[in-house]
């Protein structure tokens, strides 16, 4: 097994990263590229599935080259999840995806949510998961009362992974962790759930293992006849990519959005948690806000400058007790909130303000929305971090990381991952084939620390009450924001 290479491929929110490497780790090749996202109408978030596929046969293409493309072994796929591609029964698309970030279902999802109490959800689901904007059933239902011509002509709701694999390999296949809020735990589709829509339980494709072969690649395409491995979403493969796989490590992935994820077998249902199944003796305690590096995006586009030179920027302007506050809920907020009417709020501004202290504001804002992540899964797996292990192109700025540990009181704990999430799919992919035996060792083998960042003792009390104030701020601003959202206050 010696010297068998491995592809690894994530379909992200801004990007599709590649890496080829081999089975002891060694990166041998890359390939990112970005596409569009539009924003059609206020709360619509799209992007063109095609986009993906261009950019991930564009990525075959560049492996094909590599002078020992004849040693790959496997491909393994991780996607964002939570968006959703109508296909037809040719798995073409019939209209753009309805990404994670997407709220145009809000009307649908309460409508659906009020059906399930919790007491019926942890008995389907095994936790109170919430049937919000951004969970299939709403999306269904949605593209059911305003688009019946493309309802009656859908036969697959996929998500990008699923619907790359359908396209490299003909097979329209999930798997139960991807599938978040559509499964029990015993990894089968929960019917409380599905059986809340006419037609939904015949659009969702067949569950396997994430270690499964979802089928070979299809003649006439590079690498022909290599397996796929049917893999899971990001936040899992993301989690393997930045070395956290064993009981009570935490880790805090910095993209589009900042996910917060706990391992611990211990559980204690919490709202606005995502709680996995077990699986393969790994229960995911699972927090994904909305906005980090968007946020970090928003206000780079704001100020006409690279995203990097805003952490520069607020480098300039050291946080102290009256530095102003940001809410980074610039389309709404998940987890643990999952509060589509809540939007981005300065406050505290003064005319001394200006564009570093308002970068620092933005960095510091995200922080504190992981900090509400953090301490609700530790809440829900019943233990507490000494340590977050970090990842992710957000983890890349010293003085982002350094904002975050401040304000997450733990040391935070680089890893070596460039590209996490795609390491993380070829990891899957080497075990599911057995070119790896076994994921614990593999990750642990594969993945190391690169550097540490520790909290500043002297900071500590003041971003204790900073966050503190930060959540004030959203309670008190949460009217004013949901009626410029158009939503009614709750």
């Given at each position: 097994?010696?010297?068998?290479l491995?592809?690894?491929?994530?379909?992200?929110t801004?990007?599709?990263k590649?890496?080829?490497?081999?089975?002891?780790?060694?990166?041998?090749?890359?390939?990112?590229?970005?596409?569009?996202?539009?924003?059609?109408?206020?709360?619509?978030?799209?992007?063109?599935?095609?986009?993906?596929?261009?950019?991930?046969?564009?990525?075959?293409?560049?492996?094909?080259?590599?002078?020992r493309?004849?040693?790959?072994?496997?491909?393994?796929?991780?996607?964002?999840?939570?968006?959703?591609?109508?296909?037809?029964?040719?798995?073409?698309?019939?209209?753009?995806?309805?990404?994670?970030?997407?709220?145009?279902?809000?009307?649908?999802?309460?409508?659906?949510?009020?059906?399930?109490?919790?007491?019926?959800?942890?008995?389907?689901?095994?936790?109170?998961?919430?049937?919000?904007?951004s969970?299939?059933?709403?999306?269904?239902?949605?593209?059911?009362?305003?688009?019946?011509?493309?309802?009656?002509?859908?036969?697959?709701?996929?998500?990008?992974?699923?619907?790359?694999?359908?396209?490299?390999?003909?097979?329209?296949?999930?798997?139960?962790?991807?599938?978040?809020?559509?499964?029990?735990?015993?990894h089968?589709?929960?019917?409380?759930v599905?059986?809340?829509?006419?037609?939904?339980?015949?659009?969702?494709?067949?569950?396997?293992?994430?270690?499964?072969?979802?089928?070979?690649?299809?003649?006439g395409?590079?690498?022909?006849?290599?397996?796929?491995?049917?893999?899971?979403m990001?936040a899992?493969?993301?989690?393997?990519?930045?070395?956290?796989?064993?009981?009570?490590?935490?880790?805090?992935?910095?993209?589009?959005?900042?996910?917060?994820?706990?391992?611990?077998?211990?559980?204690?249902?919490?709202a606005?948690?995502?709680?996995?199944?077990?699986?393969?003796?790994?229960?995911?305690?699972?927090?994904?806000?909305?906005?980090?590096?968007?946020?970090?995006?928003?206000?780079?586009?704001?100020?006409?400058?690279?995203?990097?030179?805003?952490?520069?920027?607020?480098?300039?302007?050291?946080?102290?007790?009256?530095?102003?506050?940001?809410?980074?809920?610039?389309?709404?907020?998940?987890?643990?909130?999952?509060?589509?009417?809540?939007?981005?709020?300065?406050?505290?501004?003064?005319g001394?303000?200006?564009?570093?202290?308002?970068?620092?504001?933005?960095?510091?804002?995200?922080?504190?929305?992981a900090?509400?992540?953090?301490e609700?899964?530790?809440?829900?797996?019943?233990?507490?971090?000494t340590?977050?292990?970090?990842?992710?192109?957000?983890a890349?700025?010293?003085?982002?990381?350094?904002?975050?540990?401040?304000?997450?009181?733990?040391?935070?704990?680089?890893?070596?991952?460039?590209?996490?999430?795609?390491?993380?799919?070829?990891?899957m992919?080497?075990?599911?084939?057995?070119l790896?035996?076994?994921?614990?060792?593999?990750?642990?083998?594969?993945?190391?620390?690169?550097?540490?960042?520790?909290?500043?003792?002297?900071v500590?009390?003041?971003?204790?009450?900073?966050?503190?104030?930060?959540?004030?701020?959203?309670?008190?601003?949460?009217?004013?924001?949901?009626?410029?959202?158009?939503?009614?206050?709750?």
């Amino acid at each position: 097994m010696q010297g068998k290479l491995l592809i690894g491929i994530d379909i992200g929110t801004t990007s599709v990263k590649a890496v080829l490497v081999g089975s002891d780790g060694t990166r041998l090749d890359a390939y990112s590229c970005t596409y569009p996202i539009q924003r059609p109408e206020p709360g619509w978030v799209e992007q063109n599935p095609k986009d993906w596929f261009g950019h991930v046969f564009a990525a075959l293409d560049q492996f094909a080259a590599h002078p020992r493309a004849d040693e790959v072994t496997a491909v393994g796929i991780t996607s964002q999840v939570n968006t959703h591609v109508f296909c037809d029964s040719s798995f073409a698309p019939l209209m753009p995806a309805i990404t994670w970030a997407d709220t145009r279902a809000k009307d649908q999802a309460t409508a659906l949510d009020a059906q399930l109490d919790d007491i019926a959800k942890i008995a389907a689901l095994g936790a109170p998961i919430p049937l919000d904007a951004s969970h299939a059933l709403p999306r269904m239902a949605w593209v059911r009362d305003n688009r019946p011509d493309l309802w009656a002509r859908s036969a697959h709701v996929l998500l990008p992974k699923d619907f790359l694999i359908a396209h490299l390999t003909g097979s329209a296949v999930a798997d139960p962790l991807s599938a978040v809020g559509l499964v029990g735990t015993d990894h089968i589709y929960a019917d409380a759930v599905t059986g809340l829509i006419n037609g939904a339980a015949s659009r969702l494709p067949r569950l396997h293992d994430p270690l499964d072969v979802a089928g070979v690649i299809c003649a006439g395409q590079k690498f022909a006849g290599i397996p796929v491995v049917c893999g899971t979403m990001d936040a899992w493969a993301s989690m393997f990519g930045v070395g956290v796989v064993s009981e009570g490590q935490v880790m805090n992935l910095c993209g589009t959005s900042d996910v917060l994820g706990l391992i611990s077998e211990r559980h204690a249902p919490t709202a606005g948690v995502i709680t996995f199944p077990p699986w393969r003796g790994i229960r995911l305690h699972a927090a994904p806000t909305q906005a980090g590096g968007a946020a970090l995006g928003w206000l780079a586009d704001l100020f006409e400058m690279p995203p990097d030179h805003v952490a520069s920027l607020a480098a300039q302007a050291p946080i102290t007790a009256t530095s102003p506050l940001f809410l980074p809920h610039l389309e709404g907020e998940r987890a643990p909130l999952w509060d589509s009417a809540t939007r981005g709020t300065f406050a505290g501004l003064s005319g001394g303000c200006g564009r570093a202290e308002m970068a620092a504001a933005v960095l510091e804002g995200v922080a504190f929305s992981a900090r509400m992540a953090l301490e609700a899964v530790e809440a829900s797996g019943m233990c507490h971090a000494t340590q977050i292990q970090i990842g992710g192109g957000g983890a890349a700025s010293r003085v982002w990381r350094q904002i975050r540990a401040n304000v997450l009181g733990r040391p935070l704990l680089r890893m070596g991952a460039d590209e996490p999430g795609a390491l993380g799919a070829a990891v899957m992919a080497g075990v599911g084939t057995g070119l790896v035996p076994d994921l614990r060792d593999a990750v642990n083998r594969l993945v190391t620390v690169t550097e540490e960042t520790v909290p500043d003792e002297t900071v500590l009390s003041r971003a204790d009450t900073r966050y503190k104030l930060f959540c004030d701020l959203y309670r008190a601003a949460r009217p004013v924001n949901a009626a410029l959202s158009g939503e009614a206050s709750a």
